[in-house]
Nanobody, 120 residues
Framework: QVQLVESGGGLVQAGGSLRLSCAAS????????MDWYRQAPGKQRELVAT???????NYADSVKGRFTISRDDAKNTVYLQMNSLKPEDTSVYYC??????????????WGQGTQVTVSS
């Protein structure tokens, strides 16, 4: 079993910054691609950023140049640095990972979500 636990959300004023963390634990052999998604009330969950096991990154157009995804494989942790935050970034942010377990099976896991609120 693998768990993903997010932290770092909160309330910030527009123009401010937050850094989200997502720590994976459990029967992990290898963490493959990891992503951050977000979901605002009444809207569909959307992909915000992806980082592959090799470190390649991809971002939604709405966050390019403002958000940076990174990973620390020694800590089984992925980060999302969010700068120049806007009120429209207000959402619940979810971590998602593709994990190969110690039994050599790959599964998809989600964290429980962390609220980010940006005030104008």
């Amino acid at each position: 079993q693998v768990q993903l636990v997010e932290s770092g959300g909160g309330l910030v004023q527009a123009g401010g910054s937050l850094r989200l963390s997502c720590a994976a634990s459990g029967s992990i052999f290898k963490i493959n691609a990891m992503d951050w998604y977000r979901q605002a009330p009444g809207k569909q969950r959307e992909l915000v950023a992806t980082i592959t096991s090799g470190g390649s990154t991809n971002y939604a157009d709405s966050v390019k140049g403002r958000f940076t995804i990174s990973r620390d494989d020694a800590k089984n942790t992925v980060y999302l640095q969010m700068n120049s935050l806007k009120p429209e970034d207000t959402s619940v942010y979810y971590c998602h990972g593709e994990v190969t377990t110690i039994l050599s099976r790959m599964y998809s896991y989600w964290g429980q979500g962390t609220q980010v609120t940006v005030s104008s």
